[in-house]
């Protein structure tokens, strides 16, 4: 006995990643295994798009792929219980969804957050916390647009929970379009109901393109990519396809006789327009915003209209293979966990890198979907847990184990004596209200002695030798980290999230930037820091935004190509000016090796590579050489990495947080104790500084 693909009885299933019904149903499409083969392709495409490789840079629309199963494969379920039944049931649809979506959703959450807590620095894990509370509530779309403008959110690396934005947008259209189709079908006949749904989705998915149109902005797609409403056509797209084709259907479950050579042109050339936009599109190309996401909706409908009204055709058996279908089958696993491992199994933390590194990344993501498929998803699905427990009782026992699992996410991302940890009720975060954000801009923090005041300098001055730290986050973090140092006052005026270089059009990870608020007024905020300070010592760190690709003279340039040097040669005459201005000594500490983020591939990306630091740091010792007996470098790289290559570790002990930054001890057991003796020399004049590096 074939399944059926949409049964009311299993109106629980997830349409995106989910094989279909048990049963044969009157008034339903038969089961149609290419339905799970286009699932198949679907999900490898964002799996392989996720990994870097090359000839996929459009498999993200793998996503609107799902989007259109979803839409199509809903409706049919929803028109035709109510052909059936004459109504529908929507707690019946609400508690079945649920069963099928939360228990595999929450078992990912659970395990993310636990690794989380082992791998992940406390900003990015108070992030993550957020994220996992986001996706509990499916408004993750949402959290992603609004994550946050602090500097941790704004420079943190991709969430390991990223990819449960689509997740978002596919429940909310489970709670809201069930309701809009029993508003457009009340009281009227099946044709007319048809009719309605066909107009309301033709005019949803027109005004969602529209919407996606006009809130599209080049350098900031977020809003754009991750809108309900700006996604929206999509599902539109293939819940229109479901009204359509739903007059196509008897009793038998089979359709009435259609142009089949039309269909079959139409669906193959949905298909190669479907693979043309998974080789050839880019998320950040305004066509693709402009009319691209539609398109790709609608090659999508045509190759579900083929399979769906000609099984038989050879689209249809090609997709519906063996091997397709099992994976269509566990596709929902795969997309749940693809990204978690892809975020955690690293090449810093296997050692593999590339081809390695992704077949390890797909033999787990693959494992993981399997377990969590035949020991999660089905026996849920089928209430094999609760079969001896009396009728009533399986409903209680799902809603009891979410609950309980609710609480163990939230127990996993919580702090020690947190409410969370104590079994408080667990409140779903609004997604931008709770942002872990670190003060930006001229952050002044003091230590040491209070000073005494003496002649011939500004009040408050006195004996003590005076040091300012100026530069961006990584000099924020030594000069606030640092442990108490009597005989010693210290500032903080580094200004996170802003370098020297201030060239608008930025490459960061791979994808478009540009600078924060303020960044481009540093020479007047170094100045004022400088000027209320008046240090004996002045120490400036600079490292990240030095380092990357910036579009100079028509084309992007970075450290180490002479005509970018001598840019940043510029802009460091000035900074060491504003340093000195009040007859400081200047220091300039060199840039540390770092590993901020990965490629998909496991390769640095191109800020991250030890010869950009190189090139830097060679500045450095230039800019000291123009200026003798005005500057002195002191080399922190080869203290911080002492192998000539980036660590996470020195003794056993973490310097780093997030492969960028230093943790408090790492600033405190290893760089104060280096750098504090050399500073205070400095002031005294008695530092000998070496030549070179």
Avoid at 107 to 113: P, S
């Amino acid at each position: 006995m074939p399944d059926a693909l949409v049964d009311p009885a299993r109106a629980g299933q997830p349409s995106v990643v989910v094989p279909a019904g048990d049963a044969r149903r009157p008034g339903s499409f038969a089961y149609r295994p290419a339905l799970d083969g286009l699932r198949a392709l679907a999900v490898t495409a964002v799996v392989l798009f996720h990994a870097g490789l090359a000839g996929i840079g459009g498999g993200f629309l793998g996503v609107d792929t799902f989007f259109v199963l979803s839409g199509f494969l809903i409706t049919s379920l929803l028109l035709a219980e109510h052909r059936s039944r004459g109504r529908i049931d929507l707690r019946r649809f609400w508690i079945r969804r649920a069963r099928r979506l939360l228990p595999a959703l929450l078992a990912m959450l659970l395990a993310t957050v636990v690794a989380g807590r082992f791998l992940l620095d406390s900003g990015a894990l108070g992030l993550l916390r957020t994220d996992a509370y986001a996706a509990l509530g499916y408004v993750a779309n949402w959290r992603m647009i609004f994550r946050g403008t602090g500097y941790v959110a704004a420079t943190a690396a991709p969430s390991p929970l990223q990819h449960t934005w689509s997740l978002g947008i596919e429940e909310q259209f489970y709670l809201i379009w069930p309701l809009l189709v029993t508003a457009l079908t009340l009281g009227l006949a099946a044709r007319h109901a048809r009719t309605a749904l066909i107009v309301a989705c033709g005019a949803g998915a027109v005004a969602s393109q529209l919407v996606c149109a006009g809130l599209f902005r080049p350098g900031d797609i977020a809003r754009a990519y991750y809108g309900t409403d700006t996604r929206a056509q999509a599902l539109l797209i293939g819940a229109g396809l479901a009204a359509l084709l739903s007059a196509e259907v008897g009793r038998s479950g089979q359709p009435r006789r259609v142009a089949s050579v039309a269909l079959s042109v139409a669906g193959t050339a949905g298909l190669a327009g479907t693979l043309w936009l998974w080789h050839a599109a880019s998320d950040e190309a305004s066509w693709l915003y402009r009319g691209g996401l539609t398109a790709a909706a609608l090659a999508t409908a045509l190759v579900l209209a083929q399979v769906v009204l000609r099984p038989g055709s050879p689209l249809a058996r090609a997709l519906g293979t063996g091997p397709l279908v099992w994976l269509g089958r566990i596709s929902y696993g795969v997309y749940l966990w693809h990204w978690p491992l892809f975020t955690f199994v690293t090449a810093d933390a296997t050692g593999l890198s590339r081809w390695p590194l992704l077949a390890v990344r797909l033999a787990a993501t693959v494992a993981l979907a399997t377990i969590s498929f035949y020991l999660i998803e089905q026996p849920v699905r089928r209430g094999v847990l609760g079969r001896r427990l009396p009728r009533r009782m399986p409903g209680a026992v799902t809603v009891g184990a979410v609950t309980l699992m609710i609480f163990a996410v939230a127990s996993a991302t919580a702090g020690p004596g947190s409410p969370a940890t104590t079994a408080a009720p667990v409140i779903i975060t609004i997604p931008s209200s709770a942002v872990l954000r670190l003060p930006r801009g001229a952050v002044h923090a003091v230590r040491g002695p209070a000073p005494i005041d003496r002649p011939g300098r500004p009040a408050g001055a006195g004996n003590t030798p005076r040091v300012t730290f100026l530069g961006d986050s990584v000099s924020w973090v030594i000069g606030d980290y640092l442990p108490g140092h009597p005989g010693m006052w210290t500032s903080d005026r580094a200004i996170q999230g802003c370098g020297i270089a201030t060239l608008p059009d930025i490459r960061e990870l791979g994808t478009p930037h540009t600078n924060y608020p303020g960044c481009t007024s540093w020479q007047q905020r170094w100045q004022r820091g400088v000027d209320a300070d008046n240090p004996d010592v002045a120490v400036i760190e600079l490292n990240r935004w030095e380092l990357m690709d910036r579009r100079y003279h028509g084309e992007y340039q970075h450290v180490g190509e002479p005509d970018y040097d001598r840019y940043l040669s510029g802009q460091l005459d000035r900074a060491v000016r504003i340093a000195g201005s009040r007859g400081a000594a200047v220091v300039l500490l060199t840039a540390a090796y770092t590993h901020r983020a990965e490629k998909p591939d496991g390769s640095l990306y191109p800020e991250d590579q030890p010869a950009r630091v190189d090139a830097w740091n060679a500045l450095l010792w230039a800019e000291a050489a123009r200026h003798p007996g005005e500057i002195t470098v002191l080399d922190l790289n080869r203290v911080v990495c002492p192998a000539g290559r980036f660590t996470w570790r020195i003794g056993g002990l973490r310097i780093r947080s997030d492969g960028l930054h230093y943790t408090p001890g790492g600033v405190q057991r290893i760089i104060a104790p280096w750098l504090l003796p050399k500073l205070a020399a400095v002031a005294a004049g008695t530092y000998r500084a070496p030549q070179g590096p």
